[in-house]
């Protein structure tokens, strides 16, 4: 049998777009690796070190970055986000599809990645919310923000918003069940491709 290299499926959209949702069930139906990002903000209640994030001091992360164990990194709202080298490439090589959570400052900087073994494996996707009001109600729904910071992040969502004819692919957001759906999709066709067979 021909094996394959896996996919590394970068996912970017706004809070409350969904696409932490499709990426996580894309992981705990065993079909890819979820590549789990460094932060520098405090763990939100009932958020696990290791799970959610991996909860780095700001020294530790610029440390990181100096000893360039980072495929990307960023700020967004006020703290420091990014991923490390380890939780993407040995997965790629052995085949194990990758799917990446991520802003569209740490998208821009996985797609500049001379790395030949990221440019085959990338596949980009921005999720969007069907509209501003939803939006809105996805991010008041929470539960876990106060007014300001949902203001906050409806300002910086809009602007991120901006950014979607950065991205190869495109969805939608509609229902749960139709999102995956078409996420998935996505996922299988990439494996197809000829250009990922070894």
């Given at each position: 049998m021909t094996k394959r290299t896996g996919i590394l499926l970068l996912v970017s959209?706004?809070?409350?777009?969904?696409?932490?949702?499709l990426?996580?069930?894309l992981a705990d139906e065993g079909e890819a690796h979820y590549s789990i990002s460094c932060t520098t903000r405090k763990p939100r209640e009932g958020e696990i070190d290791g799970r959610d994030y991996h909860f780095l001091t700001k020294e530790d992360f610029q440390r990181r970055i100096a000893n360039d164990e980072m495929l990307e990194h960023a700020e967004v709202?006020?703290?420091?986000?990014g991923t490390l080298k380890s939780e993407v490439l040995e997965y790629l090589s052995e085949g194990?599809?990758?799917v990446m959570d991520i802003d569209v400052q740490g998208a821009a900087q996985v797609?500049?990645?001379a790395d030949a073994e990221i440019k085959t494996a990338l596949i980009d996707l921005f999720v969007m919310p069907p509209s501003k009001e939803e939006l809105r109600a996805r991010l008041t729904g929470r539960g876990?923000?106060?007014?300001?910071?949902i203001t906050l992040r409806m300002n910086n969502?809009?602007?991120e918003m901006e950014h979607w004819p950065e991205y190869t692919y495109r969805l939608i957001s509609a229902t749960r069940e139709e999102d995956y759906l078409n996420f998935k999709s996505l996922v299988l066709a990439g494996r197809m491709?000829?250009?990922?067979?070894?």
């Open positions: 959209g706004p809070s409350g777009s969904g696409k932490t949702t990426c996580r069930r709202h006020g703290n420091h986000y194990t599809d990758v797609r500049d990645c876990t923000d106060d007014a300001e910071v969502s809009l602007m491709r000829i250009s990922r067979l070894k």
